[in-house]
């Protein structure tokens, strides 16, 4: 069992910057996939941002690309999502996950689930 907990949300303006931070309760081994995923007032919940924790493997959804940046730090067990030139259109919970079974996008496929951060991106 691995639990996760995300950290680091708030309420920024259009052009901010924020880090989003997910720290696992125990060490997960390199099959595993970490991602990031948000959902918006009245929307599904989609794919952002998601990381292969061996390789260090990086895949992002087309509306973050070139703004987003997944990491991991292998010695704190945690995965960031720094998170530049914020827009409105951001404004979401953020949920960060993992998957033993090395999908990326299906969220269906990922085993584990913090409780969300959430951002809010004013204009």
């Known amino acids: 069992q691995v639990q996760l907990v995300e950290s680091g949300g708030g309420l920024v303006q259009t052009g901010d910057s924020l880090r989003l931070s997910c720290a696992a309760s125990?060490?997960?081994?390199?099959?595993?996939?970490m991602g990031w995923f948000r959902q918006a007032p009245g929307k599904e919940r989609e794919f952002v941002a998601a990381i292969s924790w061996g390789a260090g493997n990086t895949f992002y959804a087309d509306s973050v690309k070139g703004r987003f940046t997944i990491s991991r730090d292998n010695a704190k067990n945690t995965v960031y999502l720094q998170m530049n030139s914020l827009k409105p259109k951001d404004t979401a919970v953020y949920y960060c996950a993992a998957n033993e079974a090395g999908t990326v996008r299906n969220q269906r496929k990922y085993n584990y689930w913090g409780q969300g951060t959430q951002v809010t991106v004013s204009s």
């Open positions: 125990r060490r997960t081994f390199n099959n595993y996939v």
